[in-house]
């Protein structure tokens, strides 16, 4: 998700106000077509600090449609070597979703810190610091990808991601 000079677009703000208003006045989310979840979805990503108040739902209601249109944003932006946050919106947003049903959005996450795939190291510690917090629901999940990475025996920052 690179613009010129790093700006937001305007008409990806204008769409996300836009639905913000229409849902303000009553629309119901659940009765979006797939295709307008999927546009919200992505519209949900320039919504800075935490997802928009409708997004739990519009995973709840559209699942397959939403993930379909972040998945790929998602491993693009844990592929990226950049650490301007500008390019990991799609992501921030799946770290800050206070859902258990958010964790979704990070599964395909998973085989790329499995396999050491995300070379960007504050990418790595944002989804170790997010699975740590899950470790309840995940513990040997999340413990089995501080020791496959190796960033359990590495010390610093990264080892701090992996503490119990």
């Known amino acids: 998700m690179n613009y010129d000079g790093g700006q937001a677009p305007w008409d990806a703000l204008m769409g996300l106000a836009g639905l913000q208003v229409v849902l ?19 519209l949900a990503v320039w919504k800075l600090n935490q997802p928009p108040p409708w997004f739990e739902r ?5 699942e ?5 249109a ?7 932006e844990c592929a990226s070597s ?14 800050r979703c206070p859902s258990p049903g958010c964790a979704r959005l990070l599964q395909p996450v998973v085989p ?6 995300i070379t960007n190291q504050v990418t ?9 917090n899950w470790r309840r629901g995940w513990p040997t999940r999340s413990a089995a990808m501080c020791t496959k990475s190796g960033l359990a ?12």
């Open 24 to 42: 303000g006045r009553g629309t119901n989310i659940a009765a979006l077509k797939d295709e307008d979840a999927a546009r919200a979805a992505q």
């Open 58 to 62: 519009l995973l709840e209601t559209h």
């Open 64 to 68: 397959s449609a939403v993930l379909t």
């Open 70 to 76: 972040l998945h790929p944003w998602i491993q693009a």
């Open 82 to 95: 950049s650490d301007a946050t500008r390019i990991r919106l799609t992501l921030e947003l799946a770290l």
């Open 112 to 117: 790329l810190v499995l396999e050491n795939r």
């Open 124 to 132: 790595l510690k944002a989804l170790l610091d997010t699975l740590r």
């Open 153 to 164: 025996s590495r010390g610093g920052a990264n080892a701090v991601a992996c503490a119990p």
